[in-house]
């Protein structure tokens, strides 16, 4: 119990902060409108039938993995550089519950971007989005919030051991949205690239999303890639359990959680 009041009122914290900085704003409320723009260009002259799902939930995702970057991820730099990382890491709180509640905070708070992304498309364009199955739509969103926590935090843990965490936040953010299928397809993907872009929650998450407003409905497919989702979900999560205890250990060793 004192650990979900830790992640809520941590949650609740982040997104007071992190929408008080410039470059969150930017993220959150430019990127999915220019975003919105650049796809529409882009497959206003395709063939395919759902493009309206990848313009709209493309440039939605895009824009909620770049406020993951330059967020959860940015927090441990933040944290490092305001001297404050090594008082969180052995707060009585838990450094794990205040990790989660951070990346939660920002999760939540960017889906935002779905909405502007929305808007953007329905003004500028006119373009008309039916969502035939609402209830499974909402539960494909709650799973992609779910799944791009656990590789958020996954991401946050990495980047503790490291005091290059801006390099290596600004290296994730375009190869993921390539690899995971943002912005087309992941199965158009060369074939050695397809096993990278499988074991990465965020595809199954994208591929979800888009089974939930295809007009063709496939319930077998959708509890099919629901059921992958949720397993690598949780192989995530015992791999995030043990890279915390390995952390522990090689914190003490290394001591990187200062500056210099």
Partial sequence: MKGLK???????????CSFARPMFRFCLIANPIVNTVLLYEMFKSSDRGDFVSYVVLGAGLMALWSCICF??????????????????????????????GKVIGNTILSMVTFILSFLTAKILFRIDIKV?????????????VVSFS???IIVAY????????????NCIEIPVILVCGFVFP??????????????????WAVK???????????????????????????????IGYFLLK?????????ATLEVS
């Fill in 6 to 16: 830790v992640i809520y009122y941590t949650a609740l914290l982040q997104m007071k």
């Fill in 186 to 203: 992941a199965e158009i993907l060369p074939l050695w690239v397809r096993p990278i872009s499988y074991i990465l929650s965020p595809t």
């Fill in 71 to 100: 967020s959860s991820a940015g927090d441990i730099n933040r944290e490092r550089y305001s001297g404050t990382l090594s008082l969180i890491y052995v707060a009585p709180a838990g450094f794990s519950a205040i990790i989660t």
């Fill in 132 to 144: 035939s199955h609402p209830y499974c739509l909402l539960l494909a969103i709650f799973c992609a």
């Fill in 208 to 238: 979800l999303i888009r089974l939930s407003v295809s007009e063709v409905w496939n319930i077998k497919e959708f509890y099919t890639v629901l059921c992958i989702l949720i397993a690598v979900t949780a192989v995530y999560l015992v």
């Fill in 246 to 254: 390995l952390i522990e250990s090689q914190v003490r060793v290394l």
């Fill in 158 to 169: 990495l980047l503790t051991l490291s005091r290059k965490t801006q390099l290596y936040m």
């Fill in 150 to 152: 656990m590789i958020s």
